[in-house]
């Protein structure tokens, strides 16, 4: 009796580190510290004096606090505890920067983060190339010798207002809406990103709205025959918009897609090369 007593004891036991090591590794971004590789920064000549600039996750990451007073000394930076957010600001930038969220804000842009931000050490650690783009900067890579040169640039990213076409904006927030309403953010921006791709090609209508409405070769959206493309957007939706329009891209040259379930016909799946699956859409180019 006590033999099986003890057995049912030890699988316990065993049962709750499982679950506790698991758990680490999902929390714990910092967990991964044996992957980060140091790398040099230089701010135009100057190298950039951090503790603290690193390659992971194939991602280059530099220190947020130090970055920002490093390309404007006056720049104010404030953290909210309670949202894990990161406020910046200069006298032509107004940004924030949420830990494990998957975009920044800049004067109104949502600039896409591949990786996210997190936190090692009680530091906040964000991707380089997108918090200069932010600053309007330019970045460069040397892989051989582990270096990026920033080049500064007017010191803040061109504003949203005037950046973003209403009109695109409109109604590829709206298309993002009728297609994807029950996808994550990863899969609206995907679906945004084969507008875009049709619209940027070379043998499609030049702009977002013509390409959603295009009837050459059949209705290509079906809530444009359904009217669901009109719609008022999600909060989401406009989000992803804006990130896709600003080059967030995640399904690469897709021009296509469909969902498996529900599709009535298998033209897409026969005669374009498949590129991923997101949520519930297959995307082919």
């Known amino acids: ?110 600039l896409y983060l591949d990786n996210p931000c997190y936190i090692d050490k009680g530091t906040t650690m964000v991707p380089i190339r997108v918090i200069a783009k932010a600053f309007d900067a330019q970045v460069s890579w040397n892989g051989q010798l582990k270096e990026v040169v920033v080049t500064k640039g007017s010191g803040a990213i061109k504003s949203g207002d005037s950046f973003y076409d209403k009109n695109n904006l409109y109604w590829l927030s709206r298309i993002i809406t009728a297609e994807a309403r029950g996808e994550g953010l990863k899969g609206q921006i995907a679906v945004g990103n084969v507008v875009l791709n049709r619209m940027y090609g070379d043998n499609w209508p030049d702009t977002v709205y013509g390409v959603v409405f295009d009837t050459r070769c059949g209705i290509q959206f079906t809530p444009t025959a359904n009217c669901t493309i009109y719609n008022e957007p999600t909060e ?25 379930a529900k599709a009535t016909s ?20």
């Open 1 to 110: 009796m006590k033999t099986s007593k003890n057995k049912i004891i030890r699988r316990i036991c065993t049962l709750i580190t499982a679950i506790i090591m698991t758990a680490a590794v999902l929390v714990s971004p910092a967990g991964a510290a044996l992957n980060k590789t140091p790398i040099n920064v230089y701010i135009e000549s100057i190298q950039f004096a951090a503790d603290t600039t690193v390659i992971f996750n194939s991602t280059s990451y530099v220190p947020l606090k130090s970055f920002c007073l490093a390309m404007d000394n006056k720049a104010k930076v404030d953290w909210d505890h309670k949202s894990k957010t990161v406020y910046v600001t200069t006298d032509k930038l107004s940004m924030s920067v949420r830990v494990g969220e998957s975009y920044l804000i800049a004067n109104g842009r949502y």
């Open 236 to 260: 989401s939706a406009v989000i992803a918009a804006k990130l896709a329009l600003d080059g967030a891209q995640v399904v690469g040259g897709s021009l296509f897609f469909l969902n498996k």
């Open 266 to 285: 298998r033209w897409i799946i026969d005669n374009c090369d498949y590129v991923a699956t997101i949520g519930a859409h297959s995307f082919y180019m």
